[in-house]
């Protein structure tokens, strides 16, 4: 079992910034794939950003440029850095990571809230 716990989210005024986390109860190395996506009061949960355990990082068109996807193996976290708010990223960001070993399994995190307001 794999437990995923997001922080970082908050209020932000356009054009700001902020940093999500999310730690992981085991070694980040023995996940395949660790993502950030998105629950928007329009839409339903949108990906935005991965990064595989090779280092393979995807970025979705509606941030690129803006924000990025990183990990600390260290720390058994991944980070999500969000420059260049808007109004649009409001949201419910979710930490999920797919482990694989003879079966594929998905863990999600409870979800950290973004607001972006002025």
């Known amino acids: 079992q794999v437990q995923l716990v997001e922080s970082g989210g908050g209020l932000v005024r356009p054009g700001g910034s902020l940093t999500l986390s999310c730690e992981a109860s085991?070694?980040?190395?023995?996940?395949?794939?660790m993502e950030w996506s998105r629950q928007t009061p329009r839409h339903e949960r949108d990906f935005v950003a991965s990064?595989?355990?090779?280092?393979?990082?995807n970025i979705a068109d509606s941030v690129k440029g803006r924000f990025s996807i990183s990990t600390d193996s260290a720390k058994n976290a991944v980070y999500l850095q969000m420059n260049n708010l808007n109004p649009k990223d409001t949201g419910v960001y979710y930490c999920?990571?797919?482990?694989?070993?003879?079966?594929?399994?998905?863990?999600w995190g409870q979800g950290t809230p973004v607001t972006v307001s002025s």
């Open positions: 999920h990571a797919v482990k694989i070993t003879t079966e594929r399994v998905d863990y």
């Open positions: 085991v070694n980040i190395d023995s996940l395949f794939v």
């Open positions: 990064i595989t355990k090779y280092g393979s990082i």
